[in-house]
Each structure stands twice: as C-alpha cells, then as structure tokens.
C-alpha cells in the first residue's frame, strides 16, 4: 500500500528521524527530507538515493514560519498529496525561567508547534483531495508530564497533543488519521546525547528499532487508528492509548 507513495520527514538528517525516513524510502515511499541541516540531509540523501530511493532533500529552518511554508509547497510540488506527513523536527535547550529569553522560547515553539500547523495546513487540502492520509506528531513525556528546565519544550509537545486531538476529529470527515507518537524507549540519537543521564544512556537503544511503528501510522486512516498516541517499541511493536 505505500509503494510508490509519498512521505515528508521533518528532521529528518538524523536521529529518528533519518531512521523514519530510511524505514519509508526501504517501504518504496517517495520522500521529502526536510531539516536545517543542509550538509547532513544531502548526504542522507545520497545513502537513500544510492540504496534505490527516490526523495527529495529540503533544507529548512522550520523555526520561520515563510521557510516552512516555502518548503512544504516544493514537497507537495514535487510529489504530490502525501500519503503520511510525520513532524519529527524539534529542538530541546534545557533552561530555567530566570535564564530563557522570549526569543529563545519562542524559536523551540515554532519549530515544535507553530511548524506542526503550518505543515498539516498545507496537506489537510491535498491529502482530502487524495482520499485521506496520516499525519503523525512527533510527541514525548513531555507532551503530558512537566519537566524542570523545559518551559519551551514541553508547552510545545503539550500544544501538538492538542491539535492532534482537534485534527483528528476534524480529519474523520475527511478520512484523514492524525495521532501523536512518542519513543517507547530512550533513544540514541544526538538529541538524547545532549539531555540525557548516564543511566538513560546505559539502557538507549537504536532508533531504527522504532521505525516499524511509523510504517504502521503511515498507513492509517480515519477507519483505522487516530486520535492515540502510539508509543513505539523497541522489539518493533507499539501501544497505543486513544486521547479522543
Ligand atoms: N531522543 C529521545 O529519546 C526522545 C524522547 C522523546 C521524544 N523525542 C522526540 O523525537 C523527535 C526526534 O528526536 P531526536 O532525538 O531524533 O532529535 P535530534 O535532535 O537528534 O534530531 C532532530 C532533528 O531535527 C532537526 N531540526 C532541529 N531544529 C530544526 C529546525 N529549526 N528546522 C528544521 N529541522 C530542525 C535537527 O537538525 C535534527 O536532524 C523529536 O520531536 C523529539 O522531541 C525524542
């Protein structure tokens, strides 16, 4: 079902996810890599290229909200409705109140939240044009729990939870699924590397090991599963909790 269909990944020059992007080329979906780092991403692109994918590498700042646009309008160009949109793309500095300024909040907001609704905008036409689609956030504890440290973050992750809940039952109409994920297990990648223990790092594992969840998301609809968040695991399976 999603041979030959298209995906757009943000983040997607490392970390998770590269991993989802790589799982989704591997599933014969034709990719739209979208991240900030444009020197990582052309190489990523070259690895999938060479492993017979067809994708498509956007450099972007998706903290700018006339980029993002920019580039999901060369995504859709490019290839068409997506079959699945998966924001993935975040950025966590862990700072107290006394030490974060607005700036510095709000740049984690948009690219977390502000990001996330410009980008389901921009396929919620499409994708009811095409039928229907997936559009899965990348969530965390964060996007239910409070942390220390994390007053731009973690409102970010609460704030897409909420839009997922809202689009996802707009997107029954429309066959549309939109869920909230989040990583079953701490995982390797370069944003754990910075905020993480040492004792989460003992037990991190490979975030290719997640990747199987996300082949499964991107083939939901609105008669399938949406409105959960699906926590992905590491022997390949998920859980998932429906928040409608
Ligand atoms: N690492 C974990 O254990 C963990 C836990 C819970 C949730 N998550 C979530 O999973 C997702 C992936 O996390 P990760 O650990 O792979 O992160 P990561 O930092 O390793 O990778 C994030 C990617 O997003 C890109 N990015 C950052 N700012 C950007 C911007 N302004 N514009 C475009 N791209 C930008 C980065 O270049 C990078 O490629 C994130 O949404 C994160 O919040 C991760």
């Not at 970390?15 to 979208?34: D, Q, S």
């Not at 790092?201 to 490979?206: E, I, L, S």
Request: with cysteine.
């Amino acid at each position: 079902m999603l041979d030959g269909q298209a995906a757009v990944v943000t983040g997607a020059a490392q970390g998770l996810g590269y991993a989802i992007a790589k799982a989704y080329a591997a599933a014969g979906m034709r990719v739209a890599l979208l991240d900030v780092r444009g020197d990582i991403l052309e190489r990523v692109a070259a690895e999938l290229r060479a492993a017979g994918g067809d994708v498509l590498p956007i450099t972007v700042d998706l903290a700018d909200a006339g980029a993002t646009q920019s580039a999901i309008d060369t995504a859709l160009a490019h290839y068409g409705a997506p079959r699945v949109l998966v924001h993935n793309a975040a950025l966590l500095i862990t700072r107290s109140m006394l030490e974060i300024s607005f700036e510095q909040w709000r740049k984690e907001i948009n690219i977390i939240l502000q990001a996330a609704f410009i980008l389901s905008k921009a396929v919620w036409r499409p994708m009811i044009d095409a039928g229907g689609g997936s559009i899965v956030y990348l969530s965390s504890g964060s996007g239910y729990k409070g942390f220390i440290e994390e007053v731009a973050y973690n409102p970010g992750k609460h704030g897409i939870e909420g839009l997922m809940k809202c689009l996802a039952l707009e997107g029954k109409e429309f066959n549309i699924a939109v869920n909230a994920a989040t990583p079953g297990a701490p995982i390797n990648t370069p944003m754990s590397d910075s905020n993480y223990t040492e004792s989460q790092k003992q037990r991190w594992v490979d975030p290719e090991l997640l990747a199987p969840a996300f082949v499964f998301l991107a083939r939901q609809d609105a008669s399938g599963v949406t409105g959960h968040r699906v926590a992905a695991r590491a022997d390949g399976g998920w859980d998932a909790i429906d928040l409608l």
